[in-house]
DNA sequence: AGGGCCGGATGTACACTGTACGGGCATCGG
DNA sequence: CCGATGCCCGTACAGTGTACATCCGGCCCT
């Protein structure tokens, strides 16, 4: 009842951020969701036309908060690097909005602020065109990615006792994972590794190899 | 009515595998589901939990298609790239699906098989625990955010008129993309990229890190 | 000032979802 | 023959997204 103030696609996007950073994308109804406003649900459509708009809302809200140095008197890898840990910052920050960032691209002017800091960064260092949208892909490949690894604590699932829902057909570590005898043997290796260091020996890993692409003459 | 051969956690995940395919993930409902095995929704419960049972089933079946090469004679590098391109392959020819292949690891046997396939590769070529961890993590980042990219047209909605659903405030592409002019230098390019050649290019450039990690001696 | 209008807000209704619960069924061990 | 034990299914309930019709409040035009 508090919440007269006026509705705004702004303020309905991150009311939605809000619910979903408690309870998760699946509790984001557009009922509670209109409640949260001080209204019902349908007001909400007057402003986007599905339940879908307003998860891409949410999606430009968390990635307009991304860090977008500005570039001067930077070196182009620490542009990258800022934009990058930031990005992950963000995402992790907003763990359970998450997936909403991997699904629906930055597209709103806020939303498209630190792509266009990466890309001037890259063209200043010397990157043409095909080189800079190669660059933007791979590193994006690279992000999603090992925030889906990330989020569902992947590797903690892995190791548990396989197949959770399944009724039938559990198979017994010891036993069966003598058929996976490799996997056995990592297994532990996975279990115990560090998420923000692999993120850094990934991302420099990129990093070095596009550096060999200036080297070798841009295009 | 065909449809009477007995029920199975198995030709469950099959048929929800087919729904899923001509339908999307969302496409599946436990009715629809039922009807589709001959019976009634609330049969498939006898099987799996939840439907999240159900959907984790189906990623350990297409897991399981994944090309699981034996390493005789083939250099490490060839069995990574084999099995990398052959889950894209199967990821493309279930696309609805792959969302579910990514959130959900490999925990049966058979869907573990090309993880045994290329550790047991690595482990041949001289990595130790730590390198093969990470280079596993490394090129699932690197194939799950390909996979997000490539599903839906990442870069063909980026360049669509900004903010599809949200009513209001449509970013005039001529006038705003002023205000990012390195983004709209860059748009045709990201528009024009052709996605194998893509996924080559950043594989490569994985595994030629990893050659690095080889050559410094392991560890 | 009065009347028309129109856009934002909302109430109701519908088709559909996942699944808890309780009963029916056939098969098998005693 | 009698239980019993899995498999199967029918019903019921709370909750979902949203189409559609309605309402209300402020603006413009005459």
Redesign the pocket.
Known sequence: MPERE??TERRIAEEALGLIDEDGIDG?????L?QR???????????F????AVLAGVAQLILSEVDAPSDEGLDWREVVRRIMWSYREVCHRHINAAPLAIKYPPTTPDALAFVEAGFRALRRAGFDDQSIARSYRALAAYSFGTLAIEMNGYYATASAAAAPGA??ETLHAATLDKHLPTVAEIRPSLAEQHDAEEFEYGLELILTGFADITAAGGS
Chains 1, 2 share one sequence.
């Open positions: 006026k509705l984001l109804s557009m009922r509670k209109g406003l001080g209204t019902t649900s349908m007001s909400i459509y007057t402003y036309t599905d339940k879908e009724r039938r």
